[in-house]
């Protein structure tokens, strides 16, 4: 029988009975360290806690907050500017510039979301006996936890932020009202189509 690395394929020796072609499968000391290396180099990022002091991609830092409530949950598209909340599309600009112009200070602060974390229920392990009836479910509380971020910008740099969140969601805007359109179309068709037909 021989004794056949799982990773590398390579022979490792042979057992009896010798005269069975049987191969018998091993992790040899070169893969083991290997493998060693591969997960010594995974180094996963440490849970998000709340005031906890970030560096963003682009320099900026900022620090992390848990939005303990609906009021202070963000969502993708919008920004709050020292406490007033806005959402980023093109026809809005005017208003956040004329607010922006208003601040007083070169530089403001800017809360956007940052990330969020959801807690899953386990899936239900077993057979439901069939005389037992459903358990009504209570409303869940939502469990996820909004982590926005806030950082202190100038006042030009803020501009910017909102142009280009303003692009993003007006891309996204455009491509829900194309496939609600497609749908549309094509409903209208086959309605049609049924209607024709004698």
Request: proline letters at 6%; charged letters at 35%; a positive charge.
């Amino acid at each position: 029988m021989k004794i056949i690395c799982t990773r590398c394929k390579t022979v490792m020796g042979e057992q009896k009975p010798y005269k069975d072609s049987t191969e018998i499968k091993a992790t040899c000391t070169a893969c083991i360290e290997k493998a060693k290396e591969e997960a010594a180099r995974f180094v996963p990022e440490p849970e998000p806690r709340d005031g906890q002091e970030i560096t963003l991609e682009n320099g900026l830092k900022g620090t992390l907050w848990v939005a303990k409530d609906k009021k202070g949950k963000l969502s993708f598209g919008e920004m709050v500017v020292s406490g007033k909340k806005f959402y980023c599309l093109s026809n809005g600009r005017e208003k956040f510039q004329a607010y922006l112009g208003g601040l007083t200070g070169e530089e403001a602060d800017v809360s956007l979301l940052h990330s969020i974390t959801c807690k899953i229920d386990p899936p239900l392990r077993g057979r439901r006996k069939k005389q037992d009836p459903p358990k009504t479910e209570e409303p869940k509380k939502d469990e996820s936890i909004h982590y926005n971020c806030t950082i202190r910008v100038p006042k030009h740099y803020i501009q910017l932020m909102f142009d280009d969140m303003a692009e993003r969601m007006d891309k996204v805007a455009k491509i829900l009202a194309e496939a609600v359109l497609k749908t549309y179309r094509e409903e209208s068709k086959t309605a049609q189509l049924s209607l024709d037909k004698p």
